[in-house]
């Protein structure tokens, strides 16, 4: 037998764990994760080789209504995910389902796109509640599967791969069996500042920023980066320096000491704050800074 591909597309409410269990499947942190609600902005690519089988994972932002420039711009990035995608792993919190969720279920009935509910943080749900949860979810749509499960621990995830598995069709792998995202390095050395800033600071102010790098050099000891985090407001710019600096320092203190675990080596990281008001709103720098639709 010959090797396999499957395509799944992580969707569902905002804070729901989606990127918490990308990390978990794939078996490392290539998605950002926070208690914050929209910390997911673009779209994530996991790869994870198993045998013969290759899956290939997308997550995207969760659902939501654009109101700025870039909000649109991700409310249309979870438009075109949703129209195009082959199966959906549908991802809840184990209670009733919300409006929204039951408007996006009827959106993929439209569309007759296969889908896999996964009602992720089980851990945090008495058992006895579970089937009663489980019963009112599988009354909205003909799922190929139900599956409990713990993103977080990774209790249940076997399970979604099993089903993901009965799915894969037979195809070359298309991309490296080592491979784990086509996420550039740059994306993922902003998007773990960003992380650090969304558990740092207040709710207001991470929303309100982007970052883009400067410059991204590597040899074979060190790799240096100086990025560059706009913010839309001096007042946000003073909450993300703190006083004598020490915030912006123990933001980029945390991120570099990740990025060095992750990339095995010394990392240089330099990070500057300037302010772009309306930032959001100005197409020609959210291209430059990669929200691009498809």
């Given amino acids: 037998m010959g090797t396999k591909t499957v395509f799944a597309t992580l969707m569902g409410r905002p804070n729901v764990g989606k990127s918490t269990l990308l990390n978990q499947l794939v078996g490392e942190k ?31 932002p969760g659902f939501i209504t654009g109101r700025s420039g870039l909000g649109r711009r991700m409310e249309q990035t979870v438009d075109g995910l949703v129209e195009q995608a082959e199966i959906a792993v549908f991802v809840a919190e184990p209670k009733a389902p919300a409006e929204r969720e039951r408007a996006m279920l009827r959106r993929l009935e439209q569309n007759a796109i296969p889908t896999i509910l996964v009602l ?22 003909d799922f190929l599967a139900v599956i409990p499960l713990s993103a977080r621990t990774g209790d249940g995830t076997e399970i979604l791969l099993e089903e993901l598995g009965k799915q894969a069709e037979e195809s070359p792998f298309l991309y490296d069996p080592a491979q784990l995202s086509d996420q550039t390095e740059v994306f993922f050395a902003c998007e773990v500042v960003r992380e650090k800033m969304l558990l740092l600071l207040g709710d207001e102010v991470p929303h309100g920023v982007a970052l883009a790098a400067d410059s991204f050099e590597e040899t074979a000891a060190l790799i240096s980066i100086h990025l560059v985090i706009y913010c839309g407001r001096e007042s946000h710019k003073g909450m993300i320096i703190g006083k004598n600096g020490r915030k912006l320092k123990e933001i980029s203190t945390r991120a570099r000491e990740e990025l060095e675990r992750h990339y095995q080596k010394k990392v240089f990281l330099q990070c500057f704050v300037k302010v772009k008001r309306d930032w959001e709103n100005n197409s020609a720098l959210l291209d430059r800074l990669g929200f691009i639709t498809d």
């Fill in 30 to 60: 290539i998605s950002i994760v926070s208690p914050k609600p929209q910390t997911t902005r673009n779209r994530i690519t996991g790869i994870l080789t198993a045998g013969e089988t290759q899956y290939i994972f997308l997550d995207m």
């Fill in 120 to 141: 992720n943080k089980i851990d945090l749900l008495p058992k006895h509640r579970l089937l009663a949860v489980m019963e009112a979810w599988s009354g909205l749509y």
